[in-house]
């Protein structure tokens, strides 16, 4: 089991169901808590690719988009000064708060190897699905001189096969979160392609 298991499967109170953070909150607590640019940057496009897949592929309005990017948001805020912590942290943080669990269980369950917390619901699972392959496009977004501006899937796709590339990316974590969503890699990678360098 990992060191970062949760060791629980339920997270906030379902009394706080519809609880969430203005975006002046959230962005306060990203901001104390995250002093790493890379990874705020991170976070903030991870965020962004759970607002427009809420918003395009689930249909969800305003509110509800806002929850998934909430969720995407936050999901890492504890790793840079607690990493050891990783998801208690930020979990315990948002309990606190007294925020949706909905929200609250995505973050818990965007790593269940790590964590040991299945994803469940569409929310869990696209945290899931987009937050290593979020990682690895922006990073060969980084090396060509176009940055987004005319990035290919195949390119993606052999960054990917490169173990070397963004060696940090774990590769079976986003095979193993394709999988759960019922999304194919390619769908998953042209979504970011469109969306994550806007």
């Not at 906030?12 to 940057?41: M, S």
Request: contains cysteine; negative net charge.
């Amino acid at each position: 089991m990992s060191t970062l298991a949760l060791h629980r499967q339920t997270f906030g109170d379902p009394a706080d169901a519809g609880n969430i953070l203005t975006r002046e909150e959230a962005n306060a607590l990203l901001n104390e808590w995250v002093k790493n640019d890379r990874l705020r940057l991170h976070m903030q496009q991870v965020g962004h690719l759970m607002a427009a897949w809420a918003r395009e592929r689930e249909r969800l309005g305003p509110e509800d988009q806002w929850r998934w990017e909430m969720a995407g948001l936050l999901h890492d805020a504890d790793w840079d000064q607690w990493p050891e912590d990783h998801c208690r942290r930020i979990i315990e943080e948002l309990e606190r708060r007294h925020v949706d669990p909905e929200i609250i269980r995505a973050i818990a369950s965007h790593g269940p190897a790590h964590f040991g917390v299945e994803p469940v619901t569409t929310m869990d699972k696209m945290l899931y699905a987009f937050d290593e392959l979020s990682g690895l496009v922006h990073a060969y977004s980084l090396m060509r001189p176009g940055g987004y501006d005319g990035m290919e899937l195949k390119g993606v796709l052999k960054r990917l096969k490169e173990k070397t590339f963004a060696a940090g990316v774990n590769r079976d974590d986003i095979t193993d979160a394709c999988a759960r969503a019922g999304i194919t890699q390619n769908e998953l990678i042209a979504f970011i392609i469109a969306h994550q360098g806007r």
